[in-house]
């Protein structure tokens, strides 16, 4: 079924002649967010995901929250280690031994039931809605967003490259390939824009890579969030992320109106 969202952020790009805003700018994060949760979540609603959580079969264990950290990468520890800081004796705090030993492995042990109804509860906590933020900016957002702007790339290079960091990671694992790869192999292909290369040639070659990487592994087969999203802004021009956007992810029609 198809299913077509309405939402509406300001766009900040160029055209008065300023400054083009890259994704530090609160308005193009948002945008960010609605893209990245359209793909992970089916919905442009992100900020209802901190309760989200589930095993979706890929080797990783629970995926959950704002962008899908996981039992099995290590991440979603640092949710959980982030938060007992902040609220000693939290309800998901007596969880901290299974998470550190579940770690590298798909494995509930010591988890299950007890630590999904606690995290979906845990939700409702601004403490802990702050602990997800922090993980996400500190391991994926920042980082990609520094990088991207180190290539020379404008507010959609910088979403593609945080996108790429959320799904993929940094560095290669066990039947998996990094934003470390992924960009290396583009820019063997061609030149991003700090050194002097077109950046709709450059990003278009990182999506080639990006492509490939999913097709490597077992658990992402679904190469429409690249094809069908991301390489439509390309094509398009969209490089500061201007609204309107249009897109479809797994066959659903999404929007992001200006307003």
Known sequence: MTVSVLSGCSSAGSAAGGPEAGLDDPAKKEIAMQLVSSAENSSLDWK?????????????????????FCSGTGDMLKVVERYAAARPGNPLARFLPALRAVRGSDA???????????????????????AQDAERDRSYFDPAVARAETDGLGALGQFIYYDAYVMHGYGDTDGTVGFRTIRREAIAATAPPARGGDEAAYLNAFLDARVA???????HSD????ETAQRVFVREGRFGLETPLRWRVYGDRYRIDAR
């Open 108 to 130: 509930h042990d010591g988890l299950g039931r007890p630590f999904t109804e606690a995290w979906a509860e845990a939700a409702a906590d601004p403490a802990f809605r702050s």
């Open 48 to 68: 209802a995901q901190y309760k989200y959580i589930e095993d979706i079969g890929d080797g990783r264990g629970y995926t959950a929250g704002i962008i899908g």
């Open 223 to 226: 190469t429409s969030r690249i």
């Open 213 to 219: 990487a999913i097709r490597k592994e077992p658990s």
